[in-house]
C-alpha cells in the first residue's frame, strides 16, 4: 500500500469513527470532542487533495471557533449526558430512519460509480500529479478577489447580519428577565417594608 | 487514490449526518450533525476541485464555510433562547410550530 493509500484510509476510518461516535453518545460534551476528532481528519484529507489553505481553514474555523462555541454552549447550559431527552423511539421508527440514510448513501455511490463520460473518467481514474501551486494561499486569494469579488463582499455582509441577528436574539429576553427580576425584588421590598410597618 | 474514493467517503460522513439529524433529540446534537454534513459537501467539492484541476471548488468551500459559521453563530443564539424559555433543548418538546 502506497503512502497515498495509508494516508487516505486511516483518516477516513477516523473521520467516519469520529462522526459516528458522535450521534451515538449520550454526553453532549462528549459528542463535541468526537466532531472535533472527524474534522481533524478531514482537514488531513483536504490537504491530501491539495487544498492546504482550506485545510488551515477548516483547523481553525471549525476547531478553533466553531466547535468551541459548541462546547461553550453545551457548558452554560450545563446539561448532562441522557438527561431531559425522554424516551428513546420505538425500534420500527429507529429503523426506518436508518433504512432512509442507508438509501440515500446508495444512491450516492451509485451515482458515483456509475459515471461513464469523459469528465467522469478523470473522477474514477487515478489522481494525477499536483501542480505545485494548486490551492496555495495565493492561487485561492486571486480566485476570491477577482472572479469570486461579489459574493465575498457580500458573506463580509453575511456575517455582519450574523453577528447582529446572534446578539439580538440572545439579548432581548435577558433585558425581559431583569426586568422580571428587578420588579420582583422592588415588590419583595414593598412587602417587606409592609411587614415592618 | 481515485477521486471517487473520496466522494464516496464523502457520501458515506453525509448519510451519518442525516441519520444523525434523524435520530438526534438533543437540537445540539442535531445542529453538530449539520455541521458535519456541510463539511462532506465541502469534502466533494475539493475532491471534485483536484479531479477537474480548477480551483474554483475551493472559492465555494470557503463562502460554505462562512455561511456555516454565520449559522451556528445564530442557532446557538436560539438554542439559549429557547433553554432559557422552556428548560429543555429536547427537540420532541419544542414543536409548537409544528402543525
Same mark, same amino acid.
Given at each position: 500500500?502506497?503512502? #497515498?493509500?495509508?494516508?487516505?484510509?486511516?483518516?477516513?476510518?477516523?473521520?467516519? @469513527?469520529?462522526?459516528?461516535?458522535?450521534?451515538?453518545?449520550?454526553?453532549?460534551?462528549?459528542?463535541?470532542?468526537?466532531?472535533?476528532?472527524?474534522?481533524?481528519?478531514?482537514?488531513?484529507?483536504?490537504?491530501?487533495?491539495?487544498?492546504?489553505?482550506?485545510?488551515?481553514?477548516?483547523?481553525?474555523?471549525?476547531?478553533?471557533?466553531?466547535?468551541?462555541?459548541?462546547?461553550?454552549?453545551?457548558?452554560?447550559?450545563?446539561?448532562? =449526558? =441522557?438527561? #431531559?431527552?425522554?424516551?428513546?423511539?420505538?425500534?420500527?421508527?429507529?429503523?426506518?430512519?436508518?433504512?432512509?440514510?442507508?438509501?440515500?448513501?446508495?444512491?450516492?455511490? %451509485?451515482?458515483? !460509480?456509475?459515471? $461513464?463520460?469523459? $469528465?467522469?473518467?478523470?473522477? $474514477?481514474?487515478?489522481?494525477?500529479?499536483?501542480?505545485?501551486? @494548486?490551492?496555495?494561499?495565493?492561487?485561492? =486569494?486571486?480566485?476570491?478577489?477577482?472572479?469570486?469579488?461579489?459574493?465575498?463582499?457580500?458573506?463580509?455582509?453575511?456575517?455582519?447580519?450574523?453577528?447582529?441577528?446572534?446578539?439580538?436574539?440572545?439579548?432581548?429576553?435577558? #433585558?425581559?428577565?431583569?426586568?422580571? !427580576?428587578?420588579?420582583?425584588?422592588?415588590?419583595?421590598?414593598?412587602?417587606?417594608?409592609?411587614?415592618?410597618? | 487514490?481515485?477521486?471517487?474514493?473520496?466522494?464516496?467517503?464523502?457520501?458515506?460522513? @453525509?448519510?451519518?449526518? $442525516?441519520?444523525?439529524?434523524?435520530?438526534?433529540?438533543?437540537?445540539?446534537?442535531? %445542529?453538530?450533525?449539520?455541521?458535519?454534513?456541510?463539511?462532506?459537501?465541502?469534502?466533494?467539492?475539493?475532491?471534485?476541485?483536484?479531479?477537474?484541476?480548477?480551483? #474554483?471548488?475551493?472559492?465555494?468551500? %470557503?463562502?460554505?464555510?462562512?455561511?456555516?459559521?454565520?449559522?451556528?453563530?445564530?442557532?446557538?443564539?436560539?438554542?439559549?433562547?429557547? @433553554? !432559557?424559555?422552556?428548560?429543555?433543548?429536547?427537540?420532541?418538546?419544542?414543536?409548537?410550530?409544528?402543525?
Amino acid at each position: 500500500m502506497t503512502l #497515498d493509500a495509508a494516508i487516505f484510509f486511516i483518516s477516513a476510518v477516523v473521520a467516519v @469513527f469520529g462522526a459516528t461516535m458522535m450521534i451515538t453518545v449520550r454526553n453532549p460534551v462528549a459528542s463535541v470532542l468526537y466532531l472535533l476528532v472527524s474534522f481533524a481528519a478531514q482537514a488531513v484529507l483536504f490537504i491530501q487533495l491539495g487544498a492546504l489553505f482550506l485545510g488551515m481553514v477548516l483547523i481553525i474555523v471549525y476547531v478553533g471557533a466553531i466547535l468551541v462555541l459548541f462546547l461553550f454552549v453545551v457548558m452554560l447550559l450545563n446539561l448532562r =449526558g =441522557g438527561e #431531559d431527552l425522554g424516551q428513546p423511539s420505538p425500534p420500527i421508527s429507529r429503523f426506518s430512519k436508518f433504512l432512509i440514510a442507508a438509501l440515500l448513501l446508495m444512491e450516492m455511490v %451509485f451515482v458515483i !460509480r456509475g459515471s $461513464t463520460g469523459a $469528465t467522469d473518467r478523470a473522477v $474514477t481514474g487515478m489522481m494525477g500529479p499536483v501542480v505545485d501551486t @494548486f490551492g496555495s494561499v495565493e492561487q485561492v =486569494g486571486m480566485l476570491l478577489f477577482t472572479t469570486y469579488m461579489y459574493p465575498f463582499e457580500l458573506t463580509g455582509v453575511l456575517l455582519l447580519v450574523a453577528i447582529v441577528g446572534a446578539v439580538v436574539i440572545a439579548k432581548r429576553e435577558a #433585558d425581559h428577565e431583569a426586568a422580571q !427580576r428587578a420588579q420582583a425584588i422592588s415588590e419583595q421590598g414593598d412587602s417587606s417594608n409592609k411587614e415592618v410597618s | 487514490m481515485p477521486v471517487s474514493a473520496f466522494l464516496v467517503l464523502a457520501g458515506v460522513l @453525509f448519510a451519518i449526518g $442525516t441519520v444523525g439529524v434523524l435520530i438526534s433529540r438533543n437540537i445540539i446534537v442535531l %445542529f453538530m450533525c449539520v455541521e458535519l454534513m456541510l463539511n462532506s459537501a465541502n469534502l466533494a467539492l475539493i475532491a471534485f476541485s483536484r479531479a477537474l484541476n480548477v480551483v #474554483d471548488g475551493h472559492a465555494f468551500v %470557503f463562502l460554505v464555510l462562512t455561511v456555516a459559521a454565520a449559522e451556528v453563530a445564530v442557532g446557538l443564539a436560539m438554542v439559549i433562547t429557547i @433553554f !432559557r424559555n422552556r428548560e429543555t433543548i429536547n427537540i420532541d418538546r419544542i414543536s409548537i410550530l409544528k402543525w
